[in-house]
């Protein structure tokens, strides 16, 4: 491979490599140790920043301890962990690690997505323009360790989108700041996700896969399913977290599949995995389970009835106890207003009393029977919204005068 020189970045510009622990970032690190020729800057210059999610699959770990780390050790680069550390931007972010001989990835982390996934009860977000769950996970500590340790100073940002992902470096440009300088070396070096794999694969002896938590959403490459199944397959615990965190979801919205189109449980089911249905069966069923009392608010989009702009939800746990105990819950409610009690394909028991109308703004009010994860959880003005739309309705624990558990 020829000498690659791109630019000169003075010597007293700090250069901040976000590595994602996945193969763009990676090979990035690896092509500037392997080749110095290649990077435009001296290496005391360099911090790599690692931002912990807590949940990558153990074959992350073992690449970045096992192939990357040592290299990384051998020319003494600082090499920051760090990751949030509440569930609120008050709490902040915490440092994990700063070494210049990292040894460890550390995924004990004070607060992981799945567990902000289920205490909100939904599932990641799909969008072709936005990862909030990145945003809420990893660039919160990102930021906050940038602002905390550059502050304003002129500093080189390299980030690792590779040669095939150059709308997410445009979208990064157009939200960029005047101090902080964006790097893509992969797409300078116009190199792809192959490309990159290939280069680990020859010099440090191993496959890199994708970073991603066990149940993102975007870990479904061209072709389709295949890797996400080869995950779960050798990796179970991760598909019974994933399966758990979707099946929490579905209890409050029947259209929370973690991958869109397709649910975690259906791609399970359709690659043959049924022990692994088995355990997660099993699980549900020794767990505590509730009745929720679920209400949400669609209101206009822009002030036109025809179109559904964006959605409040209030959820209340009503009762605790077996599955069973808390079926006959919600079928005694049902029955005191007359609500049909309904099962849905992935087992779960509803009964609707209002659906949505035809126009906006609209609400709508069911029972559900669900695991005992999701905490009473409402805006502040919930209440009065909902009351105002539905002509005064109240809730059922309002009505029954039903003591709801605070909120975690």
């Known amino acids: ?25 990676s090979a990035i690190v690896a092509r500037w140790l392997l080749e110095p020729q290649t990077r435009g800057f001296d290496l005391d210059q360099l911090t790599i920043l690692i931002a912990s999610v807590g949940e990558e699959y153990q074959h ?21 962990q760090i990751a949030r550390a509440g569930q609120t931007a008050a709490d902040g972010y915490v440092v994990l690690d700063d070494t210049r001989t990292p040894a460890r990835l550390v995924t004990d982390v004070p607060v992981t997505l799945g567990e902000r996934m289920l205490d909100a009860s939904t599932v990641p977000q799909v969008s072709s323009t936005r990862r909030s769950c990145s945003d809420w996970i990893k660039h919160f500590a ?14 080189v940002h390299c980030i690792g989108y590779n040669a095939d992902e150059t709308k997410r470096a445009e979208r990064d440009l157009d939200h960029n700041k005047g101090h902080r300088l964006p790097d893509f070396p992969l797409i300078r070096w116009n190199w792809g996700r192959d490309t990159a794999s290939a280069y680990l694969r020859t010099n440090l002896g191993r496959e890199f896969g994708r970073s991603c938590c066990f149940f993102c959403p975007f870990q479904n490459g061209k072709n389709g ?3 996400l199944v080869e995950n779960w397959r050798t990796e179970p615990e991760a598909a019974l977290r994933s399966l758990l965190i979707e099946h929490n ?10 991958f869109g189109r397709h649910a975690a449980y259906e791609v399970v089911r359709d690659a043959g995995l049924h022990h ?9 069923e020794r767990a505590d389970w509730s009745v929720y009392e679920v209400r949400r608010i669609f209101h206009a989009r822009d002030g036109d009835p025809r179109l559904k702009g ?9 009762e605790t106890g077996s599955r069973a105990a808390m079926t006959a819950v919600l079928s005694s409610l049902a029955a005191e207003h007359d609500a049909r009690v309904t099962v849905d394909e992935h087992g779960i028991t509803r009964a609707h009393l209002r659906t949505v109308g035809p126009s906006y703004p609209t609400a709508e009010h069911f029972l559900a029977v669900g695991p005992a994860l999701a ?34």
Not at 392 to 403: D, I, N, Y
């Open 60 to 80: 992350t770990k073992d690449a970045m301890e096992q192939a990357l780390f040592p290299l990384v050790a051998k020319h003494r680069v600082r090499t920051v």
């Open 225 to 227: 399913h295949e890797a």
């Open 249 to 258: 979801a579905l209890v409050m919205n029947p259209k929370a599949r973690l």
């Open 310 to 318: 964006h959605a409040y939800r209030s959820v209340l746990p009503l």
């Open 276 to 284: 692994l249905l088995e355990r997660h069966h099993d699980r549900l």
């Open 375 to 408: 905490p009473a959880k409402a805006r502040d003005n919930f209440d009065d919204v909902y009351a105002e739309i539905t002509g005064g309705e109240t809730s059922l624990a309002a009505r029954h005068a039903r003591p709801v558990p605070a909120a975690a």
């Open 1 to 25: 491979m020829p000498p690659h020189v791109d630019f000169r970045i003075p010597a007293d510009c700090p250069v901040i490599a976000n590595v994602g622990m996945g193969v763009d970032s």
């Open 142 to 155: 990102l930021d906050s360790w940038l602002a905390a340790n550059v502050g304003h100073a002129p500093f």
